[in-house]
């Protein structure tokens, strides 16, 4: 079994700092690196582009909405040419930095709001994935299982990667449940781990309503900005290991 950890890096702005990313990116294989709309500046993308470089580890666009005030989390009505546009523009930012470090970007993977609708949007999906494959047709996309984004990537050609979010509640349509709502966000490491290990064991996840829907991932997002997030993804790696599991990266990992 070949598993992905993935994390949410560079998400900090300035002096400012969310989380500890050198220590998280040695219990990883695959970063998506704020590219400076949603959080993350010049100088924090090449700094975070170098540790992705120095661990060996994969490099992802983490895209968003123009929304820093906000953190990303707020919908944004666009034209679909615009959003074209600014996913094209934060890809092309990070890629300077990954051509200077000697890396390069293998995935992306939207963040917050856009995320939520490209998952669900069959038109903000197809904007996202024509964007992203116009700069690179071999870049992979990190998807939720049957989402919107999956079915506009590989109409595409595209690669994708199934992704499992491990703090975040489902609802039955396979899309995450709102923040906010009951179930959403998931705080105890020990139960974090447990529904993470039940989803790699049966490919099945229990989610906020009691039903049991299809869960079939490559890879597993620990959240950054989680308190304890490098804890959780060392028990993770630890556990996945000695389960017969293999981390590896999402270069590895590509499907279609």
Request: charged share 20%; glycine share 10%.
């Amino acid at each position: 079994m070949k598993i992905d950890i993935n994390s949410d890096m560079g998400e900090g702005f300035g002096p400012y700092t969310l989380a500890d990313d050198e220590a998280l990116m040695a219990q990883i294989s695959s970063a998506n690196v704020a590219c400076g709309y949603h959080a993350g500046d010049p100088l924090i993308m090449d700094r975070t582009v170098g540790l992705a470089k120095d661990h060996g580890v994969d490099l992802g666009a983490h895209v968003s909405f123009p929304d820093r005030m906000g953190f990303g989390r707020r919908k944004m009505d666009i034209p679909l040419p615009e959003l074209e546009a600014h996913v094209l523009y934060q890809i092309g930012a990070l890629a300077a930095f990954a051509s200077r470090a000697g890396h390069r970007i293998t995935h992306m993977n939207p963040h917050g709001a856009l995320g939520n609708l490209a998952s669900a949007d069959p038109a903000i999906a197809e904007a996202v994935a024509k964007a992203t494959m116009a700069f690179d047709p071999e870049i992979a996309f990190l998807v939720l299982p049957g989402s919107a984004l999956e079915t506009a990537a590989l109409e595409r050609g595209g690669k994708v990667v199934r992704l499992f979010l491990a703090d975040r509640g489902y609802l039955p349509n396979g899309q995450l449940a709102p923040r906010g709502e009951p179930g959403a966000v998931i705080k105890d490491e020990a139960e974090v781990v447990a529904r993470v290990m039940g989803v790699l064991r049966d490919q099945k996840l229990t989610c906020v309503t009691g039903e049991v829907i299809a869960m079939p991932v490559q890879s597993v997002l620990v959240h950054s900005d989680t308190p304890g997030a490098v804890a959780l993804a060392q028990r993770l790696r630890h556990d996945i290991t000695a389960n017969g599991g293999h981390i590896t990266p999402l270069t590895a990992q590509h499907t279609s």
